[in-house]
């Protein structure tokens, strides 16, 4: 009753984030910060662009 | 203190690198049917490359499986990192605020400290400290009905009782659980 109505789904997108964090680690996706791995921003950036592309 | 708005900004965010995730990982696990069918495509559109031959068509796979699945596991790892860093923040985030709103009975009664001065909220604080007794003292019968009548009034004092029975009821709920878990630890299986 006291919690607004926009966070009653706040439980199935954790859930979501956790499953896809399971996905990524059983398909030995090993995580990557950019801002440590300079040369790699421009080869992601295009795929991000590409993934965005292919959502739209 | 988290203020909805930014709770939903980060419930945004997550939704959209989640999607992202889910995403990259699918496109990482189609590189030898993208590379496959970059091949076929430059046979279809150019007929020399078609007549390049079988072997010289296997070099192209297997050159584009790796440059393919070099980029997109780049993709994905960033991915990966970018909700991984910010799933765990997020999720303390949004228990600690709705813990905080169920617990709030100000949330359910919106008006209780309109108009209310630096004594009167003292004058809160004691009434609360002698409502306590009195509430703790309630039978299961006298609960319900002060309850509901709080829920109909919802001024300050209706507040504090709501405040005080939720305590008492959330105390035994606890209470009970502990005393399951532990006579359930005792019997043999």
Not at chain 1, 27 to 48: F, M, P, Q, Y
Not at chain 2, 55 to 63: P, Q, V
Not at chain 2, 81 to 88: G, H, I, K, V
Not at chain 2, 158 to 187: F, G, P, Y
Request: hydrophobic content about 40%; proline content about 4%; charged content about 30%.
């Amino acid at each position: 009753m006291r919690v607004p109505v926009e966070l009653h789904d706040v439980e199935t997108t954790i859930e979501a984030a956790r499953d896809a964090l399971t996905t990524a680690d059983r398909a030995a996706v090993r995580a990557i910060n950019l801002a440590h791995e300079t040369g790699a921003r421009e080869i992601v950036e295009r795929e991000l662009q590409a993934l965005e592309a292919a959502h739209a | 203190m988290t203020t909805l708005q930014a709770l939903l900004d980060k419930l945004a965010t997550i939704t959209h690198l989640t999607t992202r995730l889910q995403a990259a990982v699918v496109r990482l696990l189609a590189v030898d049917s993208a590379a496959d069918a970059k091949v076929a495509r430059l046979r279809q559109d150019s007929e020399p490359y078609d007549l390049m031959g079988a072997e010289h068509h296997r070099k192209d796979i297997a050159h584009f499986r790796t440059e393919y699945r070099r980029a997109r596991a780049l993709a994905a790892g960033a991915a990966r990192y970018d909700l991984e860093s910010s799933a765990p923040k997020f999720e303390h985030a949004a228990r600690t605020f709705i813990a905080d709103r169920r617990r709030d009975p100000y949330v359910t009664c919106p008006d209780a400290r309109n108009h209310m001065r630096p004594g009167d909220m003292l004058n809160e604080a004691i009434y609360r400290e002698l409502r306590r007794p009195y509430v703790a003292g309630m039978t299961i019968d006298q609960l319900s009905p002060a309850y509901q009548h709080a829920l109909d009034t919802r001024d300050a004092a209706a507040a504090i009782d709501l405040q005080l029975i939720e305590e008492r009821v959330l105390r035994a709920v606890s209470q009970s659980w502990t005393k399951i878990c532990r006579r359930s630890r005792r019997c043999p299986r």
